[in-house]
């Protein structure tokens, strides 16, 4: 079992040295690498104000950098989707005019936000309901359901 485990991973090792390494990062990422460091100067920043709250005199301060803070994040969220769209719709074009159907197919998902469905649908959710026992047995006592 030994002998045939290691001829197995040595087989495998010496496939996996072939293969290309694997692609992780996508060509449209959600955030911008500056709206990730905004948002990462804001959490440091409420941090700051909540440790502030004691001694009352910095939180006006780190109150108005947070407001200032948001609206760079919303301003820079703002201008890289559009730039994100407009690049898409560029690709997209390129693409249809290559006949490049599947990755014009691909980028144009990404454009519709990759949702399919109504805007909304909630998905993955399933209502709340816990029966009493008055109402388990009811339903169990109703003809053509399994009963004990």
Known sequence: ????????????????????????V???????PE?????????QLR?????????????????????????QIRRQREF???ERQM?????IEEEVAENNWRQAWRHTHFLAHGGLGLRSRVYHQIPPYGPSA????????KPG???A
């Open 1 to 24: 079992v030994d002998n045939f485990w290691n001829l197995l991973n040595e087989g495998v090792h010496k496939n996996a040295l072939d293969l290309a390494p694997v692609r992780v």
């Open 26 to 32: 996508r060509d449209f990422p959600a955030e911008h």
């Open 35 to 43: 709206t990730s460091k905004l948002l990462d100067r804001r959490w």
């Open 47 to 71: 941090s700051e104000l909540h440790r502030a709250r004691e001694g009352c005199h910095f939180i006006t301060n780190l109150e108005n950098k947070l407001r200032v803070l948001a609206d």
């Open 80 to 82: 890289y989707w559009i």
């Open 87 to 91: 690049n898409l719709a560029v690709r």
């Open 134 to 141: 008055a109402e388990w047995e009811t339903a169990l006592n």
């Open 145 to 147: 359901t399994l009963t």
